[in-house]
């Protein structure tokens, strides 16, 4: 089963950019789809955003014109990039990886502060 190591969260102020990257410990040519959820205190855990194994992507409407979720196969790896940065982004972001439409794989989440 693959795994998932998360990085590049930390503290930002409003307005502001952070790139998310979650390196897959396998080759990720063939994956059903990957993607990242986010959870606050007290909140549900949240689809942000996904890319399927063809190249179409989801996105939250929290979200949308400000993230973007991209893949490089060659790194076995998928970013999140995230720009215009607001409070209510204040969450862990967890990155996922489907096998299949029923078997999924979580990373162990990478926190992200947008504070003022």
């Known amino acids: 089963q693959v795994r998932l190591v998360e990085s590049g969260g930390g503290l930002v102020q409003p307005g502001g950019s952070l790139r998310l990257s979650c390196a897959a410990s396998?080759?990720?040519?063939?994956?059903?789809?990957m993607g990242w959820y986010r959870q606050s205190p007290g909140k549900e855990r949240e689809l942000v955003a996904q890319?399927?194994?063809?190249?179409?992507?989801n996105y939250a409407d929290s979200v949308k014109g400000r993230f973007t979720i991209s893949r490089d196969i060659t790194k076995n790896t998928v970013y999140l990039q995230m720009s215009t940065l607001k409070l209510e982004d204040t969450a862990v972001y967890y990155c996922?990886?489907?096998?299949?439409?029923?078997?999924?794989?979580w990373g162990q989440g990478t926190q992200v502060t947008v504070s003022s």
């Open positions: 890319i399927t194994g063809g190249g179409s992507v």
């Open positions: 396998r080759s990720i040519f063939s994956i059903y789809a």
């Open positions: 996922h990886a489907d096998d299949s439409p029923y078997s999924r794989t």
